[in-house]
């Protein structure tokens, strides 16, 4: 019977990030056959630290592999061309592990990219179509865009940006509090098997049920949240809190379990 053990938005290298040593996420898969990596692994908004980020990231796979679990790295907004991956189904298609940038319109509505990504992500829909992998290829394609620059020249300038410091507050509390609703708005119309959607993306960690979907946020390593594991064994899905001990994390107290039938 398979062990997966499923993580999120690590961000290696940023100034948030809790996590400057794969060593310390080491204790975390252990009894594991696989890891998933559910995006913003790395840091690729970043110039000054994509290279380095992205180097951390292959070493957590490398060690994930050496320790022989099979690795998968899933695509996140920070992240978006880390690997070809940007979702994975399980348990016979009723779990939908995916980062969840795409529950957003523009992605992430507390940043000025967000309306040029959004705007990007419609032009895609219009002349491609507006199915599953078509969402997923269009919130992919913005997404690069955002972490490569694409929208650099609609940056505001210093005193704009300063005062859009507190909208942006606003509009993060406001995704947290839309998010559960808006991801199973989206899966209702592009992924309607998914019954247990595991996403992060948001920074805020929770166990939402919409309308008989579970939808599972895993947080993040740092600023603002405290990060939760999901582990999937066989069928049965289990939410953990993880506690740092001596600068190392474990999984700790279960927050919600089902069976994934």
């Known amino acids: 019977m398979s062990r997966t053990l499923i993580l999120s938005d690590i961000h290696f290298c940023r100034w948030s990030t809790t996590i400057q040593s794969i060593d310390q996420l080491q204790p975390l898969w252990q009894g594991c056959d696989s890891l998933v990596l559910n995006g913003d692994t790395a840091e690729m908004h970043s110039p000054k630290h994509a290279k380095k980020s992205k180097e951390m990231a292959r070493s957590l796979v490398d060690a994930a592999i050496d320790d022989g679990l099979k690795a998968t790295l899933i695509c996140g907004n920070h992240d978006p061309s880390i690997s070809g991956v940007d979702y994975l189904w399980l348990c016979d298609k009723r779990v939908l592990v995916i980062h969840g940038h795409a529950s957003f319109k523009g992605v992430a509505p507390w940043s000025w990219r967000s309306k040029h990504i959004a705007r990007s992500r ?8 507006d199915g599953f992998e078509e969402q997923i290829a269009a919130v992919r394609t913005a997404s690069i865009q955002a972490a490569t620059g694409a929208f650099a020249n609609h940056r505001p300038g210093p005193v704009h940006m300063a005062m859009l410091g ?16 808006l991801t199973t708005q989206w899966a209702q119309r592009f992924a309607p098997n998914a019954k247990y959607i595991i996403t992060g993306h948001t920074h805020h960690a929770g166990i939402w049920n919409r309308n008989g979907r579970i939808i599972i946020n895993t947080g993040c390593f740092g600023f603002p949240s405290h990060p939760r594991a999901v582990v999937i064994d066989g069928e049965r899905i289990v939410v953990h ?18 069976d994934a039938l």
């Open 241 to 258: 809190k993880i506690v740092k001990r001596d600068n190392d994390y474990s999984l700790g107290p279960v927050l919600g379990s089902w």
């Open 166 to 181: 507190f909208p942006a507050v606003f509009h993060i509390l406001l995704g947290w509090w839309r998010f559960p609703s």
């Open 122 to 129: 419609q032009e895609q829909l219009e002349s491609g179509g």
